[in-house]
């Protein structure tokens, strides 16, 4: 950590013009300030790409434009931030000179279209699609789409998606499945909440002509902080399975257990986990267990662009016919994030 630090300070006095934040060793980093939050600062810099820094180490800092500032109290000031020698803080804007304290702040930001309050409240779009082929000894094509829809504020989370997956062989479907679903979640308190879902499947292969889940139950947020989060809940589902050879319909009750787990380092990468567990009430031999993985990361500075590399993992303990009990689906994909 030491040698780390030092490197920075040798880079750092290169930065001619530059956002100062100043650390509680007497460390000095220059960049530019992109975000502040109750529980990081993050600092874009030249020499190290973006850092987050803990605000436990943090004494003060300074911007060179102006920039919003959002107190505890709610209070919200604009100009540019000044900090002395002895890391008294204060924001020089045309209202004068407003002294504040480090401990103070709650958040920054850089334009009025950013201020998180509003930011927490409107939609959130993703669109990833892959298309893949070979040709010569095989021939092989691939197309999978996915498309999910977020709005979110302080306490609540409505979540639409969908997806396609499908893959053929020498003229042969290996792969048909379709998804939709949509989940709410809302918060009563800072840890516990409560959740509703539905989902519906097509799967052409597993012989599922719908599979129809509906749950409902507690939710419980471990930490929700902005570069990482992580939720579980609990509760009850109803499933509903028809299928393509018309054989009897199953229908059962059952429990809905579900993981989910999100992280964001270097301001660039994020990791997105999700666990779903779905026992019948009535054997609880009979279960669908669901995992989904994926590693989003930006090209290059695009705010718009990523790139995804992905894992799906999707086991049945009664699958239908001759259908195989677990699928597995490795993909890559170019996401648009908006």
């Given at each position: ?120 409240d409107r939609w ?24 999910s829809a977020i ?188």
């Amino acid at each position: 950590m030491k040698l780390q630090i030092f490197f920075l300070l040798g880079c750092a006095g290169a930065v001619l013009q530059a956002d100062v934040v100043t650390l509680k060793d007497g460390s000095v980093l220059k960049g530019k300030i992109d975000s502040i939050s109750s529980e990081a600062i993050g600092l874009d810099t030249a020499y190290a790409g973006p850092l987050r820094l803990d605000r436990a180490q943090v004494v003060s800092f300074s911007t060179e434009e102006p920039v919003y500032i959002r107190l505890e109290s709610g209070d919200v000031y604009s100009g540019v931030v000044l900090a002395d020698s002895a890391n008294r803080m204060q924001v020089k804007g045309e209202s004068g000179e407003i002294p504040i304290s480090l401990t103070a702040v709650h958040e920054s930001w850089l334009t009025p279209e950013q201020d998180p309050a509003r930011m927490k409240d409107r939609w959130n779009f993703k669109v990833a699609a892959n298309v893949s082929g070979k040709t010569g000894n095989n021939n092989e094509k691939a197309l999978g789409a996915n498309i999910s829809a977020i709005r979110k504020s302080e306490n609540t989370e409505l979540k639409i998606y969908a997806s396609l997956n499908r893959k053929s062989s020498d003229g042969s479907t290996t792969s048909d499945e379709r998804k939709a679903g949509l989940r709410y979640t809302s918060y009563f308190g800072d840890f516990w909440g409560w959740y509703a879902r539905q989902e519906l499947e097509n799967d052409a292969i597993e012989n599922i002509k719908l599979r129809s889940v509906t749950a409902a139950g507690l939710s419980y947020r471990f930490y929700d902080l902005e570069y990482k989060k992580l939720s579980a809940n609990m509760g009850l589902s109803y499933r509903s399975e028809t299928y393509q050879d018309e054989s009897s319909a199953n229908r059962n009750l059952g429990l809905d257990l579900g993981l989910q787990h999100f992280y964001r380092f270097r301001n660039r990468f994020e990791i997105h986990n999700e666990l779903t567990y779905i026992p019948s009430v009535q054997d609880f031999s009979s279960y669908l267990l669901t995992q989904k993985s994926y590693l989003d990361f930006s090209l290059a500075a695009s705010k718009v662009w990523k790139v995804r590399l992905g894992l799906n993992n999707d086991y049945n303990s009664r699958p239908e016919g001759d259908s195989k009990g677990l699928d597995t689906t490795y993909y890559s994909s170019l996401v648009a994030d908006w």
